[in-house]
């Protein structure tokens, strides 16, 4: 199984700051197949990326994916209030699918 | 619109079964590949297992955890997706939602429901 692990647990910006997530892999994830979703309390995940690095319809251009193999990275350029929340990775190269533990996004 | 609904959670105890529902509609229900995924309460999310599309002739796959206790079916009838779970255990506490995939550049989600296990 593909284990995803997720660095930091939790990262502490102010608005407009730039934020830096990572999900390690422990083996390559078959043609980069990860996506990352973000999840708002008593919400239900909502996709941002695909294969690594393509944005979800609708998703601002301030999200963006990268990486490949097993070390890939979600970067939000510019922290709106509303980006504040956990963020999931998931690979959906290889069964059984797995996410990572999440990176929750907190208001500093 | 694509809408998923999801039924059937409720209290249960240990060793108990339940099964749940994901009446899907709004896209062709037997093209594209369905996952159960649960998050119990506080926690991340865990993913449980598929039914893939009829291309792939809706083979399932599930998590270790899962395997043997859990099995994913397809109701053509009523377009629903179904999860029996037998064997249950505390630790199967979660909501459970149910996601669809298109392409793999679209995953819609249903609101989820929840399943407590507990004597």
Not at chain 1, 18 to 33: D, F, G, K, M
Not at chain 1, 77 to 86: G, I, K
Request: charged share 20%.
């Amino acid at each position: 199984d593909i284990v995803l692990t997720q660095s930091p647990g939790t990262l502490s910006l102010s608005p407009g700051e730039r934020a830096t997530l990572s999900c390690r892999a422990s083996q390559s994830v078959p043609n980069n197949y990860l996506v990352w979703y973000q999840q708002k309390p008593g919400q239900t995940p909502r996709l941002l990326v695909y294969g690594a690095f393509s944005r979800a319809t609708g998703i601002p251009d301030r999200f963006s994916g990268s990486g490949s193999g097993t070390d890939f990275t979600l970067t939000i350029s510019r922290l709106e209030p509303e980006d504040f929340a956990v963020y999931y990775c998931q690979q959906y190269g290889s069964a059984p699918l797995t996410f990572g533990g999440g990176t929750k996004v907190e208001i500093k | 619109e694509v809408q998923l609904v999801e039924s059937g959670g409720g209290l249960v105890q240990p060793g108990g079964s339940l099964r749940l529902s994901c009446a899907a509609s709004g896209f062709t229900f037997s093209d594209h590949y369905i996952d159960w995924v649960r998050q119990a309460p506080g926690k991340g999310l865990d993913w449980v297992g598929r039914s893939k599309n009829e291309r792939n002739q809706y083979i399932t796959e599930y998590a270790a955890s899962v395997r043997g206790r859990f099995t994913i079916s397809r109701d053509f009838s009523r377009s629903s997706l179904d999860l029996q779970m037998t064997n249950l255990k505390t630790e199967d506490t979660a909501v459970y939602y149910c996601a669809v995939w298109f392409g793999g550049r679209q995953v819609d989600w249903g609101q989820g429901t929840l399943v407590t296990v507990s004597s």
